[in-house]
């Protein structure tokens, strides 16, 4: 087993590790600040601003009923019209973060990749420059809309804007890698305008692009003719029917589901972030399902926001332990370090508990720590397909405390209940091997006792026998 231990932790490690993949999860983490934004304010428009929401509606706090009379009554004051105004403003936060994260994704990704494979480059952020023009050099220029007699006519000239947000992401990071690969390459083999020492260095950093830029431009148009002429697409179209639309598929799946929950809390276990290997599959999978839902673009049932309310933000996976610990172990150390853990936990941080206690790589607690998050994310899916809660379509803040996130992320109240009831089955989870950590560590410490003992009687044998002259 330990050697298998070893094995595991080793071919994980180099996999956490790799740096197509960092590259790849701090692209992603670097645009992430944006969609919280607008999911943020579709929370705050979806639930505190709907004039039929938890707050005014009459399966909330009924406050319109309170306020005209009734809710028809109510739908109809200016209040309520001045509510659905709001909601429209906060609509704007989705144009300026959802509907460009495609863009967001090529920019970031061509600036992360060349500077960490390419460090002769000085200048990483000229590379997103042309990054960011083969872009949109590939987006259909074209849009197809409906006419009055229900006829479809194609617009030439006007860029599909669709591809600058959710389903552009996967051209986006094959346009972006491409282009730094062949950016930097051509300016290492010298194809580049040399200027003299006098000029200025951003102006000659400038000037150096020059040729190796248009080259890489120069590209994209000829891929670009090609695919348009012999597939009738551009590259994004072509991209998203082949790839990112049966990687979303198979991210809808309950397999897909299944092993990334259980893994998610196999490599913490092991010590490894979960984050450094299923950010970037996220990234591209349930991220965009995420998005989709907070666009009010699909009702998507897996998605990050469905397993951070579910798990994360629900307690399950830093709660659970200090509240199992906190009220039923006997150990003096376990309650310690619990009551540490307490304050971090109610704001969904685990490592004081994990890496305290320690649970990590701690076999007693291997089978509670693996299981707990699949069980709770596969109740949490109970309690949406029986219509208890609703499709999480309001992104929150992971650091919300649990309860609240849920209220907040379901817009109703039935999603806090959601979230206690996971709490209290992952807590319940924790509780018989808490009991059996307690045994082993009184057991080791009557083995201490006995040793103690030992040696004292030892001693004393010792001093007797020294005093009968027995020993010199």
Known sequence: ????????????????????????????????????????????????????????????????????????????????????????????????????????????????????????????????????????????????????????????????????????????????????????????????????????????????????????????????????????????????????????????????????????????????????IWGAIFGMTWDIAANENVAGLAKNLYSTMFMNFSTIAAGTFALAPVLALLFFSKSAHAKSVSKVAIMPAVFNISEPITFGLPIILNPIYLIPFVIVQPLCFYLAVFMTKIGFIPVICNNVPWTVPPIISGILYSGTLTGGIAQLINLAVATAVYIPFVKIADRLEAKKAEQVLEKEEKKEERKKEIKEAERKGEIV
């Open 1 to 276: 087993m330990e050697n298998v231990k070893n094995k595991l932790i080793s071919v994980i490690g180099k996999i956490s590790s790799n740096k197509f993949l960092l590259t790849l999860r701090d692209a992603f983490v670097l645009v992430s600040a944006l969609p919280l934004i607008a999911g943020f304010a579709t929370m705050v428009s979806s639930v505190f601003l709907d004039p039929t929401g938890i707050v005014f509606g009459e399966q909330g706090l009924h406050l319109g009923n309170l306020i005209a009379g009734s809710q028809a009554a109510f739908l109809e004051t200016g209040f309520a019209h001045g509510l659905q105004t709001a909601q429209s403003v906060c609509g704007y936060f989705s144009q300026g973060t959802i509907a460009i994260n495609g863009l967001l994704i090529c920019v970031a990704f061509s600036y992360i990749l060349s500077k960490r494979y390419f460090k002769k480059n000085k200048e990483p952020i000229i590379v997103s420059f042309y990054a960011l023009a083969a872009f949109f050099i590939c987006v259909p220029w074209s849009i197809t809309t409906t006419v009055e007699d229900g006829s479809e006519i194609v617009l030439d000239g006007f860029m599909n804007s669709s591809f600058l947000g959710i389903q552009g992401i996967f051209s986006a990071l094959v346009i972006a890698g491409v282009t730094v690969w062949l950016y930097n390459t051509l300016l290492n083999k010298g194809i580049k305008i040399k200027m003299p020492a006098s000029v200025p260095p951003a102006v000659a950093k400038s000037f150096e692009s020059l040729l190796p830029g248009t080259l890489t431009m120069a590209f994209f148009i000829l891929v670009t003719v090609l695919c348009v002429e012999f597939t009738g697409k551009t590259l994004p179209e072509e991209l998203l029917a082949l790839l990112q639309e049966p990687a979303m598929a198979i991210s809808k799946t309950g397999a897909f589901a299944f092993f990334s929950q259980f893994t998610w809390s196999l490599f913490m276990w092991f010590g490894i972030h979960p984050s450094s």
